[in-house]
Structure formats: C-alpha cells, structure tokens
C-alpha cells in the first residue's frame, strides 16, 4: 500500500516507564482479568446447572488459565503463542511472529516490552481461548453484566434521545436545509460524546449515561480538538458516484465500539439518517468476540433492538420497532469480520483482510467510533501533534472516514502548532481523561 513518505514513530509500549501504556498494562488489565475471573467464578452455579459436573470443572480450568495469565503479565513473561485452533488463531500466532521480528537484540515479545496496541488486544483473545478451551463455557460472555448495568442504567438518556429523534422526524415535513444540518450535527455529536461510556478505561466501573444527551451538546462544544463535522455533511449529501448532483442516499459504514448508551447514539444516528434520506443503506460491523469489556457483539445488538422495542416508553419503543424494520428489510445489516478482532494497525487492512477492505471501498462514508479503533487508525504510535491525520493513517484510504472518538490514549494527531503543547501545560492528562473530543474526516484523493 502506498504511504506518505514520512518517518514512523515507535509504537506506544509499557517500555516507556511511566507512560499511560506503562500505567495500563501495570495497573488496568491485570484489574481487568480480576474482574473476569470473579465474573466466572460467581456463576459456577449457572454452569453447574446447565452442564453438572462438566460446567464445574470447565470453570475451574478457565480461572486457572486466567490466573496464569494474570501472573505472566505482571511478571513480564514471554507472550505464548494461542492454542485452541479457532479461525483466527494462525493469524495471531503469524502476528506474534511479526512482532518477534521486531524486537531489539531477539528479546522474547513480552507484556511490557511489546506495543501496547498488540499486548492488550492479545489479553483480551486470551481471555476468549480460556473459555473455547473449556467448550461448556464457549459462549460465555465473561462481559455481558456490566454492558446489561451500562444499558439499563442509561434509561433516561435513551428515553431523551429516542424522543427528540421521533418528534423531530414526525415534524420533519417542514424543515429546510439549515434545520436538517443542525440536527445531523446535533445527532453526530450525540454519538461523538457517546463514546465516554466505555467500561475498559474503567475497568469495568459503572460509566452509564444519567443526564440529557441533547442538552448536554452546547457546553460540550469547546472539548472538541477537532470538528470536521461539516465535511462529514458534505460527503454524505454528496455521495461518490452522484457525479456532484445533489444527495441520492449514501452508504454508511459505522465501525462500532461500546454496547449500552454509545450503541444507542449510533442506532439514532442511523435512523436519523435514513429517515432523512441521508443514506439509504447503513452497515454495522462489530466485533465477534467478547472484546474490550465494553464493545458491541451481535448478541449486544440484536439484545439492544429487542430491548428498546420492549421498552414501556411510547417514543423508545418506536425507535426499536423501526431498528428491527430496518434489519428485517436490509437497510441495515451487521458484519462481525474477524480482523476487527485482531492486533493490527488497519494500514495492514489491505494485505491481510483484502475482502474487508474491499468491502469498505464501496462505501460513501465509514465512521470510526471511539478510542481503539482511534488508535488502529493511527497504529497506536508516538505521533507528533501536528502531523496530518492522513499522513498517520499510512495508506489506509478505502473511502472518505471520520473517527468520532473521545480520548482515552496518548496518540493525537492534525492538531494546530502549539494546540498539544497548551492543552499538555494545562491538563497533563488531556489526552487519557475523555474529556476531549475530535470528529476528524479523511477523504482519499479523487481516482485518476
């Protein structure tokens, strides 16, 4: 894939002593896999009951191999290579060799000397071979709970949400141009702050939504770094292929992160835009494992639609009778490829998940959500902040994109000169907090 001509910067790793990687990996996950390992022991009893004995003995094995996990990574050990053969296991074993390649002086790839990107996507695969290895626990979500709590919790912002959406849309018949601009961005930003209700940042703690979404918006406004929230507008009012003659319905991809409130925003979102005639097909891809505490499954979304459509509240209700219309009639669809699973940069998209990418490259606009997804756009590196955003996506160009992302790591690229370095003076942990935003396009070069 071509590049800009630029130096790579080294990944972001525990290495660096005292860096938020450091932190993470010292501190977050072996929290994390705690938690994971008292989530499987308080249900030994549903295990007991739906497999006797066999359950038992699975979930002893499982918490064994966590414990282990858990030790090695705190002592540094040597990362092993994954053993339960599933679908993606040669690709991670071919990735841990890849990083083998990369060590100085053939050090062992390892928890605190390996990228930071790579060692806590590994963790969370890890905590998925635990369970494959042990087939009664297969399809345990050892996540499910606190995405339930996340949801639940969230009511009053969803009920708020839902509301504005369908009485702005059973008012729709007399809104000009400017009145539907305003709304989109209302709607994007929505999704945008969405994005601050994210379990793994805190491991597992309850980080629901409780206030009004809309409302919250205008104080909001001065957080974001970044705001190209009109190119966004204009990539969808004019797709690709339109020939520049005015809106015909675009394709929208939206990369998905966290279940509970965020996947709310980004459902509104849809909805927004198809209802408007926005776009005329909407496809969500999310993840197919158990992923990141917090992240969006199949199970999380179908469980989501078939919640909100249970909901006693009129105007909640009506979103999820739409969601399921839209699933039912194609306009929207869920995708679970395995590389949204995997440890790579996405700049490595075309070479090792061409079908993927060639999927996305029929898109008129792919929205990236949230912190992770953030840093594989960016391959989780020690950027400068000025660097331009397309420069630090090194060739991943399959369709004009948008990250939508509250920051949760220290990478932050397409700032102003001297914009980090204030914002560094002020807040040193500006870019680690959630308190700040950016909404950033990219749109590849016209074809020749």
């Known amino acids: 894939m071509e590049t800009d001509h630029v130096n790579t910067p080294q990944s972001l790793s525990a290495k660096f002593e005292g860096s938020f990687a450091y932190l993470t990996v010292r501190d977050r996950l072996p929290t994390i ?38 030790n090695e990574l705190q002592t540094d050990k040597p990362v092993l290579p994954l053993t339960d053969e599933a679908e993606d296991t040669a690709a991670w074993n071919e990735y841990m060799q890849r990083q083998q390649d990369l060590m100085e002086d053939r050090q062992p790839v390892s928890w605190f000397k390996s990228p930071w990107l790579y060692v806590e996507c590994y963790m969370y695969r890890r ?34 949400l839902c509301t504005h959406l369908r009485e702005f849309l059973a008012s729709m018949d007399n809104t000009d141009e400017k009145q539907l601009l305003d709304q989109f961005l209302k709607f994007l930003q929505v999704s945008l702050w969405g994005n ?55 394709r929208v991809d939206i990369i998905l992160d966290n279940a509970g409130f965020e996947l709310i925003t980004d459902l509104v ?37 078939k919640q909100t459509m249970a909901s006693n509240h009129r105007q909640m209700s009506a979103c999820g009778v739409q969601w399921k219309r839209f699933m039912k009639e194609g306009t929207w669809s869920y995708h679970d490829h395995k590389f949204w699973t995997l440890p790579h940069e996405f700049c490595d998209m075309p070479a090792d998940a061409a ?43 399959p369709a004009p994109l948008c990250s939508l992302r509250t920051l949760k790591a220290n990478v932050q690229v397409g700032l102003q000169p001297g914009h980090g370095e204030m914002l560094t003076s002020q807040e040193p942990d500006w870019m680690t907090s959630g308190k700040y935003a950016v909404v950033q396009f990219f749109c590849p070069p016209k074809e020749q």
Request: hydrophobic content about 35%; proline content about 3%.
């Open 33 to 70: 896999l705690t938690k994971v390992i008292d989530t499987i022991h308080r249900n030994k009893n549903s295990f007991f009951e739906e497999h006797g004995q066999e359950g038992v003995d699975a979930e002893k094995r499982a918490i064994s191999f966590l414990s282990k996990m858990r």
């Open 355 to 397: 079908d993927l990418y060639s999927t996305l490259q029929d898109s008129d606009l792919i929205l990236f959500k949230g912190d992770l997804n953030y840093r594989k756009l960016t391959g989780d590196r020690k950027w400068e902040h000025t660097v331009p955003f397309a420069t630090a996506l090194r060739g991943f160009h």
């Open 269 to 305: 979102l849809a909805d927004f835009l198809v209802s408007v005639g926005l776009a005329k097909e909407v496809r969500f891809h999310g993840k197919s494992i158990p992923w990141f505490v917090s992240d969006v499954t199949k199970k999380d979304f179908d469980w989501t639609i």
């Open 196 to 250: 601050k209700c994210d379990l793994s940042i805190s491991a597992g703690q309850d980080n629901s939504q409780k206030t009004s979404p809309i409302e919250s918006l205008a104080s909001l406004q001065r957080f974001i770094l970044v705001n190209d929230s009109e190119k966004v507008w204009s990539a969808l009012t004019t797709p690709r292929g339109s020939g520049g003659t005015g809106k015909k319905g675009a």
């Open 127 to 160: 905590i998925q071979e635990a369970l494959w290895l042990n087939p009664p626990m297969g399809d345990f979500d050892v996540f499910k709970e606190g995405k339930t709590q996340s949801f639940f919790e969230s009511q009053q912002a969803v009920i708020s």
